[in-house]
């Protein structure tokens, strides 16, 4: 059977490149004699797995050598609060809620001290990130979830201004454009999305957030300085085969450069925008100035089409357009990974189903 057009939320689609090279290495390693999965986490093969990996998040994102790059479980929703335990400590930290993720984030900072909601789009249905929010001036870190899967939107680029550390979920778009990340404390993302297949967590640490998290009596498995301290920052056995796939698909975006798989995925995007604001036919959820590159979500102006417009594109081979079932409508999340073949393809049936619905 041919490979469909996948544009689901995440797991998502990963590089072709990729899932070959996954997929020769997985009866046997190299020269090992073993398959990928079935190797020790502490053996000498696995080792220079995890060093070329680390080493190609630091060159990707532009992180000096004194930031610690971690690769855990659980997911970001572990770390909404791992983030809280480590760091917060009794303390204030602002939260811009942007959406359904931010929002559970803030649920769990509140375990451990006080959280300032700077800002909250749920009133506008989430469809624009801030520009300025309302600061605490004691804040220990303001956090910020970089692209909202849900909502689809995006900050621009870095917050302009904030209190105190800089803390981000990027589980959705890291590694998408340029970003100078060695100018944020924390960030967080799970791989399933931009960077892998699910199972592990990127975390990244400054100086100054290993420093205040060194001070935190957070459990042991969430206590990021259990991690750090470990041999090769591996305290406990990780998801070797997702690690292993990570570190391809870096690869993958190094060989590339970060500057043109930006400029493709704003390519996949506009292409997309330009026909919901063509046409009254259809709704663009975000606002312009707010949105993203790599989640966009619609409606269509006749909400009773929508169902039809689901079931027929499934039917022709486009498959997770269906939107967030917490907010319906539909949504094309199109990650690195996503071809431009692929956009234009949904972009040619949604022209066609605005010719016979319209």
Known sequence: MARIHNFSAGPAVLPESVLQQLQSQLFEFGNTGIGLMEMSHRSAAFSEIVDTAQARVRRVLGLPQDYSVLFLQGGASSQFLAVANNLLQGGVADYLDTGTWSAKAIKEAKRFGTVNVAFSGKESGYNAVPTDWDKSQDAVYTHYTSNNTVAGTQFPGLPASHAGLLVCDASSDIASRPMDYSKIDVVYAGAQKNLGPSGVTLVTLSPAAQERAAASDAPTMLKWATHIAAKKQLFNTPNTIGIYTLERVFAWIEEQGLQAVAER??????????????????????????????????????????????????????????????????????????????????VDFLSEFERSHG
């Open 265 to 346: 995925n704003t390519a996949k995007a506009n292409a997309l925008y330009d026909l919901f604001d063509g046409s009254e036919f259809w709704e663009a959820h975000a606002l312009p100035g707010s949105r993203s590159q790599m989640n966009v979500t619609w409606r269509l102006g006749q909400r009773d089409l929508e169902s039809t417009l689901i079931a027929q594109a499934e039917a022709a081979g486009f498959s997770g357009i269906k939107g967030h079932r917490s907010v319906g409508g539909l949504r094309a999340s199109i990650y690195n990974a996503c071809p431009m073949d692929s956009v234009t393809a949904l």
